[in-house]
């Protein structure tokens, strides 16, 4: 059988055997969803190449499925990651009810991520959008908070975005005949400007819904802090990067025949360029303002898919490899950071950082991979963050993008902040009472996440190993061969930088460090509480707090209050109450006195007798 | 008299009649509070749309369309008799409009029975 | 004795006259004989289903031995074939679900039996015959079993949704009665294909008019818009296997009416748009007002009298795709809202009102019946890979191919409202706080049955939609071609 | 003012039915000629005495030609039963009594009662046996059979009929009609189809099943209307 449809089989199977094992014991339900997962990880990596294609019509049209260069990286970091957060979620979903109903959805989603890669038209890349969207939204309502008000809004901002692709695809079927992506490619230069801009419009809505970008991206905070740690991971590093995925393709692949190309880039990109920039700095300035670490990543999710539009949106091929580059290590750090959450909130039931504390001895295996994260997600380097930020600087200024460097750096600088809170609200800080007995996360767990960091170390050491796929997918996409070399990163100017020389200068730092701290200061150091010290001669009480995990960022906060003061959600809430009670008028029409509506039916008579000239001549 | 006027006094009557009973029919329909009154407005209705079957089948100087031996004659001769399938048809309206009618006073009976009261305005807990 | 389209109609009057007789031997006789019958007639339906597909050509069956025009006339197409097919299929279902749906054992419980088995009948002969008075009195016969059924649970709203309900039937079939006589006047009969033939002659003026009271009486039956007062009443006090009948056959048999007045007829372009314009206002209005509701099977009314809007703006588009999606939505909306009906039922049972605000948490209780539930709440809405996606896909390129994007635009927002209150209640059913008020009322065996049947029919289609397309394809090219539709009815016996 | 708009409602409908009616000349023929058989009334006046030896055309047309709207028609009113039946059914709750609300009619009104009764009852036998050759037929007698209880009801209030007796009555009428179409189909003709020889015109035994079938009618009305009567006269309102 072909090897594109039993993937996609393996993981529905893997999830309706997961749903049905549940009822058996709910440990292999788990365990079930990971070694599907597993299974078609390891069939995607070893045999399937462009050459599976599967074609077939259902319903009286012709669609299409395949692999090429672009969806791989997308397929290679929806499997592998998603192996690792099941590895991941055995241990940390233990014990709650419906697992069941969790691992399917899981798995559905998976499944449907698959799919969107594979689909080389429309109409399938459709059915797996809209999976995907539902079966997250079942696990977003899935623990039962805020009364699913959450889940709608996360579905009203999805059926808004699956129905403009669905706009789009019921007019190119009119026009085109077909639905197949490479078609709309050589027809795209066809259309007249209006229709241009109208499906590009529509198409970019539907991905700018799922990657969070500027209007569309109120339901994000919430949707994401709401769902279970596990798959919040997978909400925020893969579903997200299923917008970024379609994004590539349209603002590449198809804008490439806009009318207005030659000349200059399409404006929609443009304008797309400027919300992911906003998008990033606003989302910046509300994570760094959060108190619960749940909310500090969504928003910080938020900022980092706005880089990663920009960097699309601006088009370039260092842009759009730093773009893509950014995306595969965004999965991972944010992913990891995620899951570190996760455990967090298993061990210790909280996420509030103004409650957590000092955690570092506790759980120091978690203190690691969070701190390797925030340190990618910082982008210094050596890690695999640094590499994509310096690429992504360097294309805007290229690309004479200044205003655009201006708001990135901007937000990058706002982004230590939340970084830095993060790290000292949850792992450092005074320690508090209730979390005395707090214990590492399981093996399970802590073995996805040091991996991970792992990783973001190796790819900060040699991107190459990311650029080869990417540029190969690059070219898929149609921008040509892109040069890369395996530790120097692409030079604008004519500059090198080169990873290893910088790994090598950090790397001796940070050896001469150690053995100074480890060995040769050894003696001298001692382990310290945070009670133990003397101020003004008073020694502090057990109770009395000393560190400030409470309005952390107060003069922060105040300064950018005005820019924050009317959210976007003010607005779209206030567009909802307003529809409601316009409905709520409307259907006053039934007043539930039958004479009424026998009424209705005589006037309706007459208004039809009195109008028929018009109405039927 | 002049039978062109006669026949058109006649006809303004027949129809005119006709659908003045549909018009008292709505009228009581409408306006109408009382549940029973109301019923027997659609049963007024259904007299008149009964009537206007009846009158449009019926032929000047046709007789009943049942034969005698005259009568095979006189089809034989043209249009002695009157349409027959109007009458058919009423004949199958009515039965419906009495069945209707029945169940409609069953469920006035039922309403009265609930709300003790047997204004439609007041019978309006289904709404919205 | 050979099958038959009359053994549609011929064998549930038989048993409908026997049960009250067979109740003085054995009660459960009452109960069971619908289901034999309807069971045999879906047996029927197969066999003639596979012969009209077989010759192509309608099955056109004379009663009391007159050929068309002189006497009344069944026509078994392929578009009335499949519609009744469906009919008969739901039906089926709806009796195994309501089969000891409530243990009760009085009078009533056994005329229910009877007037189920009649609105069946009704609904199909309306479908089936070729006679516009007859198909009238097949009106009637559904209507007044509806009005019987609305009113059937002895609580005070039942009998005022029956009496809204019969107050407006009342005056469609006045409308309709006139309608048919004025015709009659002009054409001199009352086979539909004769006068389809013969509609030419009429001028055009008289022509409007009978077109209106058809339209205004038609409409009340097929639920458009400021004619459909009485629908959400009648949804919502009806008993739940009722509900999912109106919604499966009852408005079919008035959509069908409407549709092959329009389109056989009658030759007025006007109409098509027409149908359009209340489709719309139809379905905005009907899917706003749902969305603010808070009873469950009042919502669902809504949400019905609002998927009657799209299947007419489907016809309004008038060309072959859009029509295949109309039947195609006709299709699924049937199965899908049967499967609401029914598992919304068991619900408002066993929660503490008939609020969805009382259903929180109920999920928990009936894990499977949430399921269902849910399958059909994604169904309905149209999200893939359920059925209810390929019917919206195909209508909206049909409309994308008469270059209306607005209406595609306008059908999208409104499939917006459409999935915030059916996702609302999904949401509520799982992860509300459960109330703790006991289970009274468990499903049948029979109900878990059929509601299974149609969760896996909405699958199956939704993931394979050609097993089904192939049908509704040749109904539509059958609905469209007039020419044909008159041929073959009268030239029976010439 | 609603009243009033409902009024200007009212005068455009009838102006309108007015004018549409002003178009159908009354008294005019629109069969047009007989013996072209354009139009069904037409054929039926030229074929009722040939093909079916039956002399009352409407007879032919209501049992016959259209015989399967007069079968949808039984079932209305089987329906309408049952439905009645079912709507109006109520517990009786414990320790309630019937409560009268018919007074005791006066003497004039009971012997009259008796009197007539039976000549009701065999007067609508009459019309409904002699349906297809004069005017009336099944309906027209059940009604008048039900009628003859009406009086029975109104003079005596505590008259009953026996619900048993009525089941059986138009359960087996209801029966013999459709059994009578059954009939036809399984001879090999069509449904309804008039399978029996017909017989010379103007003979009470003629016109084949058509008698039959209005019999069968006439009873069932009879009993339909009866019971419908009994069903709403016997309803029990609360004090």
Known sequence: MNNIVLIILILLAGGVLSFLLNQIKPLLSGVTAFVATVAAAVLFFTGTGTADNFDFVLGGMHLSMGINGYSWIFGALILGFSSLVLLYSISYMKGRDRLGYFYLNFMLSIMAMMGIIFSRDFISLFIFWEIMTWSSFLIVVYQGLSEGRVGIKYMIFSAVGGYSM????????????????????????????????????????????????????????????????????????????????????????????????????????????????????????????????????????????????????????????????????????????????????????????????????????????????????????????????????????VSDHYFLVIMAFLSSTAAFLYCYRFLFGIFLGQEEKEFENVKEAPATMVIPMVLMAALLFVFGVFPGLLFDPIAKGMEVLGMGTVDWSMTVLSNGWGDHVDTMSIISAIGTIFILAFIYLALWNRKRTRYVTTKDIHTSGEIPTENENLTYAVDFYKPFERAIEPVMKRTMDFYYNHLGEGLESFFNFLRRFYTGNGQTYALYVIVFLVILILFSKQIFL | MDPILYNKIISVGVYGSAIGLILIGLYAVLVKKHLTKIVIGLSIIDAGVHLLFIAVGFIKGGTAPIFSEKGIELVNQGTAMVDPVPQALVLTAIVIGFGVTAVALSLVIRLYRHHHTARIDHIKSLKW | MVISPVHYIALPLLAAFLMPLLAKVNRELVRIIPGVVLTYLLFVSVVLMQRVTETGQPIIETLAGWQAPWGINLVFSQFTGFLVSLMVFMATLIWIFSYRFKKVDNEPALKYYILFMMLVTGSVGVVLTGDIFNMFVFMEITAIASYSLTSFYRDRDGAEAGFKYLLIGSLASTFMLLAILLLYTQVGTLNMAMIAERMHTVPVGMKVTILILFLTGLGIEAEMFPLNGWAPDAYSQAPSPVGATFAAL????????????????????????????????????????????????????????????????????????????????????????????????????????????????????????????????????????????????????????????????????????????????????????????????????????????????????????????????????????????????????? | MK?????????????????????????????????????????????????????????????????????????????????????????????????????????????????????????????????????????????????????????????????????????????????????????????????????????????????????????????????????????????
């Open chain 1, 166 to 397: 669905l706009l789009a695809i019921v007019f190119m079927k009119a026009q085109m005949g077909t639905v197949l992506i490479s078609d709309l490619v050589s027809h795209f230069s066809g259309f007249a400007i209006q229709q241009q801009t109208m499906v590009g419009i529509l198409l970019l809505i539907t991905f700018g819904v799922k990657a969070a970008v500027m209007p569309l991206h109120v339901w994000a905070p919430r949707a994401y802090s709401d769902s279970p740690m596990s798959y919040t991971s997978v909400f925020s590093g893969l579903l997200s990067k299923m917008g970024i995925f379609g994004m590539g393709i349209v603002l590449i692949s198809v804008f490439a025949n806009s009318s207005t190309f030659g000349t200059n880039t399409f404006y929609i990109s443009n304008v797309l360029a400027w919300l992911g920039a906003i998008t990033g700095v606003m989302a910046t300035f509300y994570a760094v303002i959060q108190t619960d670490a749940k909310k500090l990543l969504a928003y910080s999710s938020i900022g980092q898919l706005g880089y990663i539009v920009m960097g699309l949106a601006v088009g370039t091929k260092l842009s759009v490899m730093a773009a893509l580059f950014l995306a595969v290590v965004h999965t991972i750090f944010k992913g990891t950071l995620f899951l570190v959450v996760g455990a967090v909130e298993r061990q210790t039931g909280t996420t509030d950082m103004t409650k957590l504390g000092a955690l570092i001895r506790k759980m120091p295996w978690t203190f690691l991979a969070a701190l390797i994260s925030i340190i990618a997600l910082a982008g210094i380097p050596p890690l695999a963050g640094f590499v994509g930020k310096w690429m992504f600087y360097e294309s805007l200024i």
């Open chain 3, 250 to 494: 009852v408005v079919k048999a008035g959509v069908y009416s409407l549709i092959r007045v329009i389109f056989t007829l009658f030759d007025i372009q006007g109409a098509y748009q027409y149908l359009i314009i209340m489709g719309i206002i139809t379905l905005i209005i009907a899917e706003f007002a749902a969305m603010k509701q808070t009873n469950l099977k009042r919502m669902l009314a809504y949400s019905s009298i609002g998927q009657m809007g799209f299947v007419l703006i489907a016809f309004g588009i008038g060309t072959k795709e859009a029509v295949f999606g109309a039947l195609f939505l006709m299709f699924n909306h049937a199965i899908i809202k049967s499967l609401l009906f029914m598992s919304g039922s068991f619900f408002v049972y066993n929660s503490t009102s008939k609020d969805i605000k009382g259903l929180s948490g109920i999920g928990k209780k009936f894990p499977y019946m949430g399921f269902l539930f849910s399958i059909g709440a994604f169904a309905i809405v149209g999200l893939p890979p359920f059925s209810g996606f390929w019917s919206k896909l195909y209508i909206l390129i049909a409309a994308a191919d008469e270059s209306m994007l607005a209406l595609v635009a306008i059908i999208l927002l409104v499939s917006i409202v459409e999935i915030v209150y059916y996702f609302r209640v999904v949401a509520k059913l799982y992860f509300g706080k459960p109330t703790d008020k006991e289970v009274v009322h468990k499903p049948t065996f029979g109900g878990y049955f059929s509601m299974t049947v149609l969760a896996v029919v909405i699958l199956l289609v939704g993931f394979y939609p050609d097993i089904i397309t192939g049908f509704i394809h040749r109904a539509a090219d059958t609905l469209l071609d007039k020419g044909a539709y008159i041929s073959n009815v009268l030239s029976v016996g010439h």
């Open chain 4, 3 to 239: 009243r009033a708009f409902i009024l200007l409602l009212l005068v455009v409908v009838g102006w309108v039915l007015a004018d549409t009616f002003s178009q159908i000349n009354f008294g005019e023929s629109r069969m047009g000629d007989i013996k072209q058989q354009e139009t069904v009334g037409a054929y039926y006046l030229n074929n009722t005495v040939e093909k079916l030896s039956v002399a009352n055309v409407v007879t032919a047309i209501v049992v016959n030609y259209r015989g399967f709207d007069t079968l949808g028609e039984v079932t209305v009113l089987f329906l309408a039963a049952s439905g009645l039946a079912s709507i109006l059914y109520r517990r009786k709750k414990r320790g309630e009594h019937d409560v009268m609300i018919l007074k005791n009619s006066s003497q004039l009104l009971q012997t009259g009662a008796k009197l007539i009764f039976p000549a009701i009852l065999v007067l609508g036998a009459y019309v409904f046996i002699h349906g297809h050759l004069t005017p009336g037929g099944g309906f027209q007698g059940g009604a008048i059979i039900a009628s003859g209880f009406l009086l029975m009801f109104m003079a005596y209030k505590d008259y009953h009929v026996s619900h048993n007796v009525l089941t059986w009555v138009e359960s087996v009428a209801g029966i013999l009609f459709v059994s009578v179409g059954i009939w036809g189909l399984i001879s090999g003709a069509t449904f309804l189809e008039n399978v029996l020889g017909t017989g010379t015109l103007n003979d009470l035994i003629s016109g084949g099943v058509i008698p039959l079938i209005y019999i069968a009618v006439g009873f069932k009305v009879a009993a339909e209307l009866t019971g419908v009567l009994e069903t709403l006269l016997n309803f029990k309102t609360e004090k």
